[in-house]
């Protein structure tokens, strides 16, 4: 249903950083309604000077995999992220993550170790008409491996007013806002809000289960805008359907928007332990 390549139509946003300049991603929309972007852009709302600001300087390394044992300094600083086959840490999955960006020396495909999403999503994802009138879901035709970075669910950033008004207006339909929830120090809760409605990549199909094989975690590269990036937490089958879990599941830091509490969808996972609704932010509405 989906596939081969218009890089044409991803590198529409200036606005986005240079690190997006070696990302590939050959998916496109069949829906001619649906604007592809390949990570977040600014939307109506959103600080844009958050997307021109550096989030961090970067390392000298030139070679190597920017390890800890290679005392690279983004990794000093923020921690080990990924093996050496480039799958998330046990101790990541909660994130916050950062990786190695366009002003480190490390640059280029393979010759880093801090840098997995920056590339783009995985080959070979397939959206396929789901079971149980869920509309579209994705799944993959290759296995993928415990800590295997899938894609990014990227859109539009939105602020409050913007993504509460779309999401009212939404009611009853389906919606594909979602709310991260990073809890910084003193209490103070740092939100994101990313609508791939209208404008989004290969993320925006993934289905809510109650008992997901993959789960989002936050990761920034170049800019301060955290990329909502979804990892296979477990081993996922050839033709698997691939879930995460629209409240957060344990980490609970994103949160989709779905119908508010007057109208909450039923949940069609089909798994046993169902909670029977979707799970939805109440701020919101
Ligand atoms: C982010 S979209 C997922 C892709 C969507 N299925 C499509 O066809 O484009 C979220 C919407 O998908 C549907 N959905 C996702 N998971 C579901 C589930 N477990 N049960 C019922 N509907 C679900 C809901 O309508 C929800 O608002």
Request: charged share 20%; glycine share 10%; hydrophobic share 30%.
């Given at each position: 249903?989906?596939?081969?390549s ?12 240079a ?8 998916y ?17 709302g959103?600080n844009t000077?958050?997307f021109n ?15 800890i ?48 999403v ?6 070979g ?13 994705l ?8 800590g ?59 289905n ?20 909502l990036c979804?990892?296979a937490l ?18 609970n ?6 119908g ?9 996972c089909?798994v ?14």
């Amino acid at each position: 249903m989906l596939k081969s390549s218009n890089m044409e139509e991803y590198n529409s946003s200036d606005d986005c950083s240079a690190i997006e300049d070696y990302m590939i991603d050959n998916y496109h929309h069949t829906s001619p309604d649906i604007f592809y972007t390949a990570t977040n852009i600014p939307g109506p709302g959103a600080n844009t000077e958050d997307f021109n600001t550096q989030f961090m300087g970067g390392c000298a390394c030139k070679e190597g995999r920017c390890h800890i044992e290679n005392n690279c300094p983004c990794v000093r600083k923020y921690g080990v992220n990924y093996d050496k086959n480039s799958r998330l840490l046990d101790s990541k999955f909660n994130g916050p993550i950062v990786e190695c960006n366009s002003m480190c020396g490390c640059n280029g495909r393979g010759r880093c170790g801090n840098r997995v999403v920056q590339f783009g999503p995985r080959g070979g994802l397939q959206v396929f008409e789901a079971s149980h009138s869920k509309g579209f879901g994705l799944k993959s035709e290759s296995i993928l491996l415990k800590g295997d970075f899938i894609c990014e669910y990227a859109g539009e950033v939105l602020n409050m007013a913007e993504a509460r008004s779309r999401a009212k207006a939404n009611v009853g339909k389906m919606n594909y806002i979602f709310v991260l929830n990073e809890h910084l120090s003193q209490g103070h809760v740092l939100k994101t809000y990313v609508d791939p409605t209208v404008i989004g990549n290969i993320g925006r199909y993934i289905n809510h289960s109650c008992q997901p094989n993959a789960v989002v975690v936050p990761v920034r590269t170049d800019t301060p805008v955290p990329k909502l990036c979804i990892f296979a937490l477990k081993e996922i089958h050839i033709g698997e359907e691939i879930t995460f879990d629209y409240g957060g599941g344990n980490s609970n830091e994103v949160c989709s928007v779905q119908g508010g509490l007057m109208h909450r969808k039923s949940c069609c996972c089909g798994v046993e332990v169902c909670r029977k609704y979707l799970p939805y932010d109440e701020t919101l509405f």
